[in-house]
């Protein structure tokens, strides 16, 4: 059964910083792919970063060069390094999980994390 908890997101001023992790219950390298999406008070949740099966990372233009993904496969665990937030970046943050079993693809998420970004 996969699960998936997010942890480290919190108030933080313009310019700053948060690391958010998100642990799985499973294998990170038994899943189709793995990263974070976000959703804004009254937006559509949007992809942030993910890996995918093969280790490319793909990123939203909007955090390209200021958020980096990574991972530790020895933990099963995925991070989101933010640097340079903007008030634009506060959002709920999920963790998101895909599996892909012949042509099916099931998404898994976390119960999400907020980040706000205020002066």
């Known amino acids: 059964q996969m699960h998936l908890e997010e942890s480290g997101g919190g108030l933080v001023q313009p310019g700053g910083s948060l690391r958010l992790s998100c642990a799985a219950s499973?294998?990170?390298?038994?899943?189709?792919?793995i990263g974070w999406y976000r959703q804004a008070p009254g937006k559509q949740r949007e992809l942030v970063a993910t890996?995918?099966?093969?280790?490319?990372?793909n990123y939203a233009d909007s955090v390209k060069g200021r958020f980096t993904i990574s991972r530790d496969n020895t933990e099963n665990t995925v991070y989101l390094q933010t640097n340079s937030l903007k008030p634009e970046d506060t959002a709920v943050y999920y963790c998101?999980?895909?599996?892909?079993?012949?042509?099916?693809?099931?998404?898994?998420w976390g119960q999400g994390t907020q980040v706000t970004v205020s002066s």
């Open positions: 998101n999980a895909k599996t892909k079993i012949l042509s099916t693809i099931r998404d898994y």
């Open positions: 499973v294998s990170t390298f038994r899943l189709y792919a």
């Open positions: 890996f995918s099966r093969d280790g490319s990372t």
